[in-house]
């Protein structure tokens, strides 16, 4: 059983930065896809950035393209995502996904989640 587990959410203020951590268990994650997801209220769940396992391809959404970075650190199984120049808009519950295929933007095709972790960001 795959589980994830976030950490490093906060309240922080504009223009900070914050990385966030997803730590995953149950099995290895070879030909696996992760990715970051985030959902603010009254929205629906959004794409942020998502990574091949093996290879490291990345994509990220164009609205924090240039800003965040998503990584993993395979010995450790750990997933991140390094948000510099934070706004407003980016607040929101950031979820790590999981998917034994290549990334995709669409949230409904990832098949693990983590309880996701509150990032506020203050003006």
């Known amino acids: 059983q795959v589980q994830l587990v976030e950490s490093g959410g906060g309240l922080v203020q504009a223009g900070d930065s914050l990385r966030l951590s997803c730590a995953a268990s149950?099995?290895?994650?070879?030909?696996?896809?992760m990715a970051w997801f985030r959902q603010a209220p009254g929205k629906e769940r959004e794409f942020v950035a998502a990574?091949?396992?093996?290879?490291?391809?990345?994509y990220h959404a164009d609205s924090v393209k240039g800003r965040f970075t998503i990584s993993r650190d395979s010995a450790k199984n750990t997933l991140y995502l390094q948000m510099y120049s934070l706004k407003p808009e980016d607040t929101a519950v950031y979820y790590c996904?999981?998917?034994?295929?290549?990334?995709?933007?669409?949230?409904?095709?990832?098949?693990?989640w983590g309880q996701g972790t509150q990032v506020t960001v203050s003006s």
């Open positions: 996904a999981a998917r034994n295929a290549i990334p995709v933007y669409t949230a409904r095709l990832y098949d693990y």
């Open positions: 149950g099995r290895t994650f070879s030909g696996y896809a």
């Open positions: 990574i091949s396992w093996i290879g490291g391809s990345t």
